[in-house]
C-alpha cells in the first residue's frame, strides 16, 4: 500500500471510523496525522465527535451528506496497484516497439 493509504488505514482504526468517513475527510483535504487533535470531546466536551466533525464540514463544503460513491482504502489501494502494473506493462511493450524499430536495417 502507499504511503498515504496506509496513513488513512491506521487513522481509520485508531479513531474508529467508517469507510465512508475517511472518504469524506480525504476529500475534505484533512491531514490524519492530525485527526486526533480534531477528536479530542472526551477531554473538552464542547468537541464533536470526529464522525459527526467531518459529516458537518462535508457537507458544508459540498452540499451533500455524503459521497456519491463511497470506496474502502483496501479498493483504493487495489486499484492504485493495478493502475500502476498496466502502466508499467505498457511502458515495457513500449520500450520493445522502439527496440526493434531501431534494430531494423534500412
Do not use: C
Not at 467508517?18 to 470531546?41: T, Y
Not at 464533536?48 to 466533525?53: A, E
Not at 459521497?67 to 506493462?89: G, M, Y
Amino acid at each position: 500500500m502507499a504511503v498515504k493509504i496506509e496513513k488513512w488505514a491506521a487513522a481509520q482504526k485508531k479513531h474508529k471510523l467508517s469507510d465512508k468517513h475517511v472518504q469524506m475527510a480525504r476529500e475534505l483535504g484533512l491531514n490524519p496525522d492530525k485527526l486526533g487533535k480534531i477528536d479530542n470531546h472526551k477531554q473538552e466536551t464542547w468537541k464533536t465527535p470526529l464522525p459527526q466533525f467531518i459529516e458537518d464540514i462535508y457537507y458544508k463544503r459540498f452540499k451533500r451528506e455524503e459521497p456519491l460513491a463511497v470506496r474502502s482504502l483496501k479498493d483504493i489501494a487495489a486499484d492504485d496497484k493495478a493502475r500502476k502494473e498496466k502502466k508499467k506493462k505498457e511502458k515495457a511493450k513500449k520500450r520493445a516497439a522502439g527496440a526493434q524499430e531501431g534494430n531494423t536495417p534500412e
